[in-house]
């Protein structure tokens, strides 16, 4: 049990890639890093009584996963496999109430279908599409 020892926890965004992912598995990664992440972004993008140093802990962890996701995200070769990868980190960045990012993430998926669902599931993002 991690919160009993005195290491800090590691999260599934800081552990290397022993070997080079393919499209799927960095898909699965995505989507993992995003589910797991998920906890700190709602932390962030909602204001709560929260201590400033809580707060600042929470968006350092919401910021390394997003980050470590977009990295992924771009080694995807296959265009449809990145385009659903990225739709999860728009949904992550959302979370954290990130929507300059989130419409940046948007203009990256080229897929119509997938482009019309996140704009259902998030329609504040609506306002950048050209």
């Known amino acids: 049990m991690w919160w009993f020892s005195k290491d800090e926890h590691k999260d599934i965004w800081d552990d290397p890639v022993a070997h080079p992912l393919g499209d799927i598995e960095a898909a699965q990664r995505i989507r993992a890093i995003c ?51 990225v739709r999860e980190i728009v949904g992550l960045c959302m979370k954290a109430n990130n929507i300059k990012t989130g419409r940046a993430l948007l203009r990256a998926i080229h897929a119509g279908s997938i482009k019309a669902e996140v704009l259902r599931e998030h329609p504040t993002l609506e306002g950048e599409q050209a």
Request: with cysteine; aromatic share 2%; hydrophobic share 35%.
């Open 35 to 85: 589910r797991d992440a998920a906890g700190c972004a709602e932390a962030v993008g909602s204001p709560d009584k929260r201590s400033a140093k809580k707060q600042q802990v929470e968006r350092d962890r919401y910021e390394r996963a997003a980050k470590v996701a977009m990295e992924t995200a771009m080694k995807i070769s296959d265009e449809l496999v990145r385009d659903s990868a």
